[in-house]
C-alpha cells in the first residue's frame, strides 16, 4: 500500500515535495505491519481498533519520516532555534495522529454501512 501511494503521489503531484515518497511508503508500511502483527490481516482489516491503532501508527511513522527530511535537509523550513523546531515536531506529530485516526474512523463507518455484494453476485461474471 505504502509503495503504491507514494509512486502514486510522486507521478500526479506536479513538483512532489521530497519528503513525499518516503514518507509515505513508511507510513504504508508501517500500517501495513500494525494489522499483520499478531494476527491474520484478512481478519484485522476488518477490526476497527485494529485499523485505527494502524491509523494511528502509520500517521507517526510518516510524521517522523517528512521531519526528519524536513530538519536535516531544510532546517530553515521548520525554524532554526530549538523551541522553534520543538513546536513544529510537537504539533505535527499530534495532528498527523490524530487526524489519521480521524480519518480511518470515518472512513471505516462510511464503509461498514455499505452492504457487501453477495456471492452469487460477484461469480456470475465468470
Known amino acids: 500500500m505504502g509503495v503504491v501511494c507514494g509512486l502514486v503521489f510522486a507521478l500526479v503531484v506536479p513538483a512532489p515535495a521530497p519528503y513525499l515518497l518516503p514518507s509515505t511508503i ?20 476488518k477490526s476497527q481498533t485494529r485499523l485505527l491503532t494502524g491509523a494511528g501508527l502509520s ?23 530549538f523551541d522553534a523546531l520543538t513546536i513544529a515536531w510537537s504539533a505535527d506529530l499530534a495532528l ?7 480519518g480511518a474512523f470515518l472512513a471505516f463507518r462510511y464503509l461498514s454501512r455499505k452492504p457487501l455484494p453477495k ?3 460477484l461469480g456470475s461474471l465468470a
Open 59 to 81: 500517521g507517526l511513522g510518516e510524521s517522523i519520516v517528512a521531519l526528519t527530511i524536513l530538519t536535516v535537509f531544510a532546517p530553515s523550513f521548520l525554524g532554526k532555534s
Open 26 to 45: 513508511f507510513s504504508g508500511l508501517v500500517f501495513d505491519l500494525a494489522l499483520i502483527i499478531g494476527s491474520k490481516y484478512e481478519k484485522s482489516s
Open 119 to 121: 456471492q452469487n453476485e
Open 96 to 102: 498527523n495522529v490524530i487526524l489519521s485516526v480521524i
